[in-house]
């Protein structure tokens, strides 16, 4: 069984930055793809940025040159780098592993970015 912890999400001053985490537990899984999605209230979830396992990445068009995603295989654990933070950032942050069988989910953190 696969778990998804995150961390990192808070509350900050637009051009402030944060830094999110996902850890993936789970014995003998080797993950594929790894992503950050979001959803504002009201809005679909979206892709954020995503990782693969030979670690090409891309990004959705609003966080270009802003955010960085990066991976650590040794500790599962997925990141986002988010710097000069948007109040349209503002959103629920979800973390999401592939592996060979499925993907999983995580519960989500709040990023909330005041103007």
């Known amino acids: 069984q696969v778990q998804l912890v995150e961390s990192g999400g808070g509350l900050v001053q637009a051009g402030e930055s944060l830094r999110l985490s996902c850890v993936a537990s789970?014995?003998?899984?080797?993950?594929?793809?790894m992503a950050w999605y979001r959803q504002a209230p009201g809005r679909q979830r979206e892709l954020v940025a995503i990782?693969?396992?030979?670690?090409?990445?891309k990004y959705a068009d609003s966080v270009k040159g802003r955010f960085t995603i990066d991976r650590d295989n040794a500790k599962n654990t997925v990141y986002l780098q988010m710097n000069s933070l948007k109040p349209e950032d503002t959103a629920v942050y979800y973390c999401?592993?592939?592996?060979?069988?499925?993907?999983?989910w995580g519960q989500g953190t709040q990023v909330t970015v005041n103007s």
């Open positions: 990782i693969t396992s030979s670690e090409s990445t």
């Open positions: 789970g014995s003998g899984v080797s993950f594929r793809s």
């Open positions: 999401y592993v592939s592996s060979q069988a499925r993907a999983y």
